[in-house]
């Protein structure tokens, strides 16, 4: 069985192999001509960073690579995602207006393209706490955000801050035509060991009851997981519509967590007025764990934003999940 830990180790490596990469990254692409994402709209009427990374060496070898985590677009016209069957990790969390917004996160394997990217959220920086250091590839936030996402540990890469590593297709349109070069960001992948999160990959628990299908909705947007025997897996729709990549197969994670979390208003608004959803992934609560055509009625626990969280059975057994990709939605607690 292989596990996965919550114990940290020291962030200052890590951090500097991730702020050094983007840095030379950058200054390639400047020195090379390439240019920036295009014109378009602003994402959301957000304002966006406008900083530019500092200079700094290139990282050794010894340096170990952060998760890329990646903010995407779930609007109906901004799929089928590219790149998005590749993540480890699929966070489902609800934004404005009770639509829904993924945050794809990268480990073992990191494709040439992922997308389309749009703005992060306030609830996104105590998510990605329980990562060493990731790279948070995101279009922009509100102004108001971006100071916390700049004094956050993580490494913010805008179309600002790595000119070069974004692209506008021309086949969509802005704002859902925002893609990162995914590719060209890190030399080689970080690993299952970056994977920070408390998940543990392994035989199911005992019990559990047979499950064919399960939804999860918010106000303005719905998911429903089908399991298939023929393919060992949960079938993704997303709006009564089947989750395909970009090459028209279906999206299918072997493990499905619906997380029953608290959902309150925050500070932020859009520029139409709705209020953002902050949904809080520290504290404890009930969970349904969906893998092999069963759901298992288990807890969940992350006492410190930076723990992983644990899912464990009523009497206190890790529950493992199968190995694959995870999809996490954030479902509002009854």
């Known amino acids: ?80 995602h590219t790149g998005l069957e590749d993540a480890d990790v699929v966070y489902v969390e609800q934004v404005e207006g009770g639509l829904s917004r993924l945050m794809a996160v990268y480990a073992t394997r990191v494709p040439e393209s992922v997308g389309p990217v749009r703005s992060a959220r306030e609830s996104d920086l105590e998510l990605l706490r329980q990562f060493e250091r990731p790279v948070l590839a995101f279009s922009g936030a509100q102004s108001k955000l971006m100071p916390e996402i700049e004094g956050a540990p993580l490494t913010p890469l805008t179309p600002e801050t790595a000119e070069g590593m974004y692209v506008r297709r021309t086949d969509r349109a802005a704002p859902h035509n925002l893609y990162l070069r995914a590719g060209r960001l890190l030399p080689e992948e970080p690993g299952r060991d970056a994977l920070t999160t408390g998940f543990r990959y392994g035989p199911p628990p005992r019990g559990g009851e047979p499950e064919r299908t399960r939804t999860v909705s918010y106000p303005a947007a719905r998911f429903t997981f089908t399991w298939s025997g023929a393919r060992d897996r949960w079938l993704v729709t997303m709006d009564g519509t089947p989750a395909t990549t970009a090459q028209g197969q279906p999206i299918a994670p072997a493990t499905v967590v619906v997380q029953y979390v608290t959902v309150r208003p925050s500070d932020y608004h859009d520029f139409l007025g709705n209020n953002t959803p902050y949904t809080e992934t520290v504290g404890s609560g009930r969970a349904t764990v969906l893998r092999d055509g069963r759901a298992y009625d288990v807890g969940w626990n992350r006492p410190e934003a930076e723990d992983g969280t644990r899912f464990t059975t009523d009497d206190g057994t890790p529950v493992d999940f199968a190995r694959g990709q995870v999809w996490v939605v954030y479902a509002e607690a009854p």
Request: net charge positive; with cysteine; charged share 20%.
């Open 1 to 80: 069985m292989a596990t996965v830990s919550t114990r940290r180790s020291p962030r200052t490596r890590r951090g500097t192999a991730a702020r050094a990469l983007v840095a030379a990254l950058a200054a390639a692409a400047l020195a090379a001509g390439c240019t920036g994402p295009g014109s378009g709209p602003a994402d959301d009427d957000r304002g966006s960073s406008s900083r530019r990374p500092s200079q700094q060496p290139p990282p050794t070898a010894a340096d170990s690579a952060p998760v890329l985590a990646v903010k995407l677009d779930n609007a109906r016209t901004a799929r089928p």
